[in-house]
């Protein structure tokens, strides 16, 4: 009996750009990551509840749900997802956005645009191995 089980580690990329998605999704495919999307805020709550990621990739500024309020309600799930590292990013960083991304359960913060190499850095300090 053989199961089908995918070892690679899961990341939820969520944010309302299509595009931005696109980029992060190939950049982590291409280390061997399994990529979940989601479009807005109450989409990555749902998500994150069906495939507790191993790390959540949160745009904070989205329709619908914020990404700070769902980073909130991510924190605040029974299931195994509340306890997946929040990596928050924005290109809308205005004063005091950084500490509300801490505060609302986000583990560590980028500022777009940002450079592949320093995201994949900082998204790495996150991963499993």
Known sequence: MTLDVDLHPTVL???DSYDTRLVLRRLLEARAYRVVEAADGQEAVDVARREC???IL???NMP???GLEATRRIRECKE???SAPVLAFTSFDTYGMEAAALEAGANGYLRKPFDSEEAERVMRSFLPT
Request: overall charge negative; proline content about 7%; charged content about 25%.
């Open 13 to 15: 990329v969520v944010d």
């Open 53 to 55: 990621p191993d790390l």
């Open 58 to 60: 949160m745009d904070l």
């Open 64 to 66: 619908r749900m914020n």
């Open 80 to 82: 195994l997802c509340a």
